[in-house]
């Protein structure tokens, strides 16, 4: 799961921190605002769960781990 979750997220970033606020040559505020509050989501949603668990699986290294370790 956590592995899809990251593959899922990915784009979202990507366009939240890179596309809009970067490199669009009109900075639109509602793409901006958007991509920005679900990117804070995201996060939470990771930081909520390593809260809580030493790994992303649980107590184990894994893929999905090392898959995530890049954000």
């Not at 593959?7 to 970033?13: A, D, Q, W």
């Not at 900075?27 to 390593?50: C, G, Q, T």
Request: hydrophobic share 45%.
């Amino acid at each position: 799961n956590w592995l899809m979750w990251q593959m899922g997220t990915g784009p979202v970033l990507g366009m939240g921190f890179g596309h809009f606020y970067a490199f669009a040559p009109d900075k639109l505020k509602y793409p901006i605002d958007r991509f920005s509050m679900e990117v804070k989501r995201i996060l939470d949603v990771a930081d909520r769960h390593l809260a809580d668990n030493e790994y992303f699986c649980g107590g184990e290294y894994t893929v999905a781990d090392m898959a995530i370790y890049p954000w």
